[in-house]
């Protein structure tokens, strides 16, 4: 017994036998009282630097839900008119920076609901052709349709795509001047180049028979962009950008961006007109929908709570170390009797 203890025991080395040396920091009044002073200040001045280049960032939110009578698209919100078109009118005072970023926005949408959030199938979103005959029951109830073929992608977050689409026009001498809409590279860098794959079919048409589209999908999946053969399928950048679940029920996403021709610097002050293919129902659930244009800084969109949440920290380290130098000078010495 006393010799398979012995073999056991580690090296008698002063790292196996925690002999090595050691520094510990005293913590007194007078380091942790600058040290709170020094982090407050940090604090508060990244917490400006914040606020005023999010207050600089230029946005523009326009609803176009259709709830209200005097909406141009009152009508289209109607769930038994299809194919419905509406133009929303509206001005810009002043230049809107470039580059600037045209954004859908949906509220009261749930995306983080967990049977939600998993009903998709990873392998068919990576062009793996057995799970296209036989999706995931993760998919269900959009797994199959009602004669019992495989439906791919399969899924509610497929399924629900949004498939609203958007034209956009200056007014320029009297008459309407298209502005380009450039709708490459939206969707995350990883998302296109590694995570969803096309099946390795040509032409990819093939690689979906025996198969059917998502149920209100309007076109199948190899067919999501006419214009641009390359942008097809599970690697098509809408479908990516809304694959990417939100985590609140308050989102936007990214639509187009404006970057070419004429407004590369930006929107320039006048009237426009955005003509609005209105398709996707969202007033089953009480939500709302609406157009954002923006632009961006160093530090990404606008976001106040950022700055004002560094504020917040860094005065309360500031009136924390004023409180804790009162204390101190207070009870350094005691009282004499």
Sequence with gaps: ???????????????????????????????????????????????????ITSRNIQVLELDYTGLEQNSPCFRCSDPDV???????????????????????????????????????????????????????DDCAPYQYNSNNVPIVPCGAIANS???DTFRLFQTVNGGPRTVPLDGKGIAWWTDYNIKFRNPSVTPLSDAFNGTVMPLFWPRPAFELDTSDPANNGFINQDFLVWMRRAALPDFR??????????????????????EISYNYPVLSFSGRKKVVFSNVSWMGGKNDFLGIAYLVIGSLCVVMSVVMLIVYAKFKFPEED
């Design 1 to 51: 017994m006393v010799k398979i203890e012995a073999t056991n025991r580690p090296d008698n080395t002063a790292f196996t036998q925690q002999r090595l040396p050691a520094w510990q920091p005293m913590l007194s009044a007078g380091i942790v009282i600058p040290g709170f002073v020094l982090i407050g200040l940090a604090f508060i001045g990244i917490g400006v630097a914040l606020f």
């Design 82 to 136: 299809r194919d419905c078109v509406c133009t929303l009118v509206f001005s810009i005072d002043r230049l809107i920076e470039g580059p600037v970023f045209f954004y859908y926005g949906l509220s009261n949408y749930f995306q983080n609901y967990r049977r939600y959030s998993v009903s998709r199938d990873d392998n068919q979103l990576y062009g793996d052709l057995d799970s296209f005959k036989s999706p995931l």
């Design 161 to 163: 795509m949004f498939n």
């Design 253 to 274: 996403k990214l639509y187009r961006r404006i970057t070419e021709g004429e407004y590369a610097d930006g929107l320039p002050a006048g009237n426009y007109s955005l």
